[in-house]
């Protein structure tokens, strides 16, 4: 029994976080147990362990006397999230210089074609989990499970900002030719050149939320 609650509580965890990534759920708004546990057709304790998951994700934040809302990120927290975000991944860029190989090459520029397909369709969400499948392949290419641990932790924070970030302006033909940069670099088994694409990335990332998160 206590297993069946744990996956219920997993699933409903990821729904939420899908429904904060996408806007569906607004910052500061209200989650309510009784009436989440009435959609889902389930009993409020899975509701509950869901919200604590997501609030050591960051995604929520308990109020005194209130109960938990969607976290309204601030300025600082964004730029201190994406600092620890970035700098994960250029360990993994690093590491994946040194193991990469000619199949993991192939996987990478499916991807990247794919991504390419969600950008002439204007398909925001499926680009994003395109996004996520890119990163998530250097690091398998990395070949460190605690690195792979704590940046899928930190992706998941950063998950509706991203969303957000990659939707504004011309930010999916940015994100792909910095993701193509970062092909080519390990193509070339280029660490430096690696890394600075990803500096690059995080920099136009926080130009963007910076106007959206202003303080």
Do not use: C
């Not at 398998?140 to 900002?161: C, D, G, Q, V, Y």
């Amino acid at each position: 029994m206590k297993e069946t609650k744990k996956t219920i509580a997993l699933q409903l965890a990821e729904e939420l976080s899908q429904r904060i990534a996408r806007g569906i759920l607004s910052p500061n708004e209200h989650l309510v147990e009784t009436k989440l546990a009435e959609e889902f057709n389930t009993s409020r304790a899975p509701v509950r362990e869901a919200l604590l998951m997501l609030e050591k994700e960051r995604l929520v934040t308990r109020v005194p006397h209130h109960g938990f809302v969607v976290k309204k990120f601030r300025k600082i927290e964004i730029h201190q999230l994406y600092d620890a975000t970035f700098r994960l991944e250029e360990i993994a860029m690093a590491k994946a210089v040194k193991n990469v190989t000619d199949r993991d090459i192939q996987e990478l520029e499916e991807i990247l074609a794919a991504q390419w397909s969600a950008i002439q369709k204007e398909d925001v969400v499926e680009y994003y989990s395109l996004n996520e499948k890119f990163h998530e392949t250097i690091f398998a290419i990395a070949n460190n499970e605690f690195l792979a641990e704590m940046h899928h932790s930190m992706r998941r924070s950063t998950r509706p900002l991203s969303v957000l970030n990659i939707g504004q302006g011309k930010n999916m033909y940015s994100s792909y030719e910095e993701h193509s940069r970062q092909l080519d670099a390990l193509k070339k088994r280029d660490t430096e050149a690696g890394i600075q694409a990803i500096r690059d990335q995080e920099s136009r990332s926080l130009k963007t939320l910076d106007i959206v998160y202003p303080s």
